[in-house]
């Protein structure tokens, strides 16, 4: 099955900073989302994007299918930004809807 | 958007007992999906909810721990059933787009077994 590498498993900023979040998987895929999830457990939809860059305020991603890795850019983070970022994918045929996912980058913003 | 309730949003539960969690969805939708999420981990996928049929369950989750309805296209449940610490968990339902396959989650429901 496919297999999804997130990195770096953890990270810490100083507010205001930059920071790159990258998602390889091991397969072609026809579905990618990063999900955030935050400190009370909800899973907060950020990007689905198979393909292609997005943007969205200060959040970004790039995703290219064709070397199969996405990145998520946050710029000028917050400490809302805090809480872990999720990368899934999935190869959905037919009624196929499985979302693999990885472990996750856990985010912590200071003040 | 599918725009999805989920509740209750936490419990604590005795060990030995049941929890059954709801998950209302504002369109119909043919696909809903249970996930569970240990302390410090990645979601795991319990099963796939079809409407009109048995779920499916992945590898490692059987029915009778975990039984699930799916009575019409907005509604279902997810029974956590003959409780251990060990199920303390986040529990999300989770539903898929038709035509571009995003998927959308609920709050999650938050269970701690004392």
């Known amino acids: 099955g496919i297999q999804v590498e997130q990195s770096p498993p953890d990270l810490i900023l100083q507010e205001g900073a930059n920071s790159t979040l990258r998602c390889n998987f091991s397969?072609?895929?026809?579905?990618l989302q990063w999900f955030h999830q935050n400190p009370w457990g909800q899973l907060i939809n950020l990007f689905y994007i198979p393909s292609g860059t997005k943007q969205n305020g200060r959040l970004s991603a790039t995703t290219v299918a064709t070397e199969r890795y996405s990145l998520l850019y946050i710029s000028s983070s917050q400490t809302t930004d805090s809480g872990v970022y999720f990368c899934?994918?999935?190869?959905?045929?037919?009624?196929?809807?499985?979302?693999?996912w990885g472990l996750g980058t856990s985010l912590a913003v200071n003040p | 958007s599918a725009v999805i309730s989920q509740k209750p949003s936490r419990d604590i539960c005795q060990r030995g007992t049941s929890l059954t969690i709801q998950c209302q969805v504002d369109?119909?939708?043919?696909?809903m999906f249970w996930y569970r999420q240990q302390p410090g981990q990645s979601l795991t996928l319990i099963a796939t909810a079809n409407q009109g049929s048995e779920a499916t369950y992945e590898s490692g989750f059987v029915i009778d721990k975990f039984p699930i309805s799916r009575p019409n296209l907005t509604f279902s449940t997810l029974t956590v059933s003959n409780l251990s610490p060990e199920d303390s968990s986040i529990y999300l339902c989770?539903?898929?787009?038709?035509?571009?396959?995003?998927?959308?989650f609920g709050q999650g429901t938050r269970l701690t077994v004392v």
């Open positions: 369109s119909q939708v043919t696909m």
């Open positions: 899934a994918v999935g190869h959905n045929a037919g009624n196929n809807r499985k979302l693999i």
């Open positions: 397969d072609s895929v026809n579905n």
């Open positions: 989770s539903v898929a787009g038709v035509m571009n396959t995003e998927a959308f």
